[in-house]
Antibody, heavy 123, light 110 residues
Framework: QLQLQESGPGVVKPSETLSLTCTVS??????????WGWIRQPPGKGLEWIGN???????YYNPSLKSRVTISGDTSKNQFSLKLTSVTAADTALYYC???????????????WGRGTLVTVSS | QSALTQPRSVSGSPGQSVTISCTGT?????????VSWYQQHPGKAPKVMIF???KRPSGVPDRFSGSKSDNTASLTIFGLQAEDEADYYC??????????FGGGTKLTVL
């Protein structure tokens, strides 16, 4: 059974960089059938797509976050990571990693999710 | 890229049907047949219920049905059950390999 687990600091200071890692078990991030993505959810609010990474290294980002986001994959560790620079309180959220099934063209769905990790931006 | 518009809340009694709308633009919902729906219970990760407007992943009851007309997608739940009470989010392809979620709808089963 595929499992995803987010890890990283629970508190980040304003203006610093948020760094999270998603460790995948029960499957390989090197599969050509899937992308791997990050989604966040501010407390009490809705979901926001952050971006996806393909095993080849191709990345796709939310235009509103693109200038601050980097997503990368490490096939040797079966992990993928998120870096978000210059964080503010507005970046406080539950961050989820997920497997993205890609059916072709613009067809995507997030079929496996981690449990999420809460990141608070505070001094 | 703005969030898709969903009603804040909907409700229905057990056995009834409810429909949740998701309105976007011709750049997302209206431009592609790639809308998915996610169910999220409190404290849990979302679960995909519908993809490609109307397709159901294996294991999702056929009480869940998706459709789309112009810039609005809809999720209809037939024969409401207590366990359907949750938050629901739509998600659409928005071109250039990007995705956009809706603001979410809280479904209350009366």
């Amino acid at each position: 059974q595929l499992q995803l687990q987010e890890s990283g600091p629970g508190v980040v200071k304003p203006s610093e960089t948020l760094s999270l890692t998603c460790t995948v078990s029960g499957g390989s991030i090197s599969s050509s059938r899937y992308y791997w993505g990050w989604i966040r959810q501010p407390p009490g609010k809705g979901l926001e797509w952050i971006g996806n990474v393909f095993y080849s290294g191709s990345t796709y980002y939310n235009p509103s976050l693109k200038s601050r986001v980097t997503i990368s994959g490490d096939t040797s560790k079966n992990q993928f990571s998120l870096k978000l620079t210059s964080v503010t309180a507005a970046d406080t959220a539950l961050y989820y990693c997920a497997r993205v099934v890609y059916y072709g063209s613009g067809s995507y769905s997030f079929d496996y999710w981690g449990r999420g990790t809460l990141v608070t931006v505070s001094s | 890229q703005s969030a898709l518009t969903q009603p804040r809340s909907v409700s229905g009694s057990p056995g009834q049907s409810v429909t949740i709308s998701c309105t976007g633009t011709s750049s997302d919902v209206g431009g592609y047949n790639y809308v998915s729906w996610y169910q999220q219970h409190p404290g849990k990760a979302p679960k995909v219920m519908i993809f490609d407007v109307f397709k159901r992943p294996s294991g999702v009851p056929d009480r869940f049905s998706g459709s789309k007309s112009d810039n609005t997608a809809s999720l209809t739940i037939f024969g409401l059950q207590a366990e359907d009470e949750a938050d629901y989010y739509c998600c659409s392809y928005a071109g250039s390999y990007t995705l956009v979620f809706g603001g979410g709808t809280k479904l209350t089963v009366l």
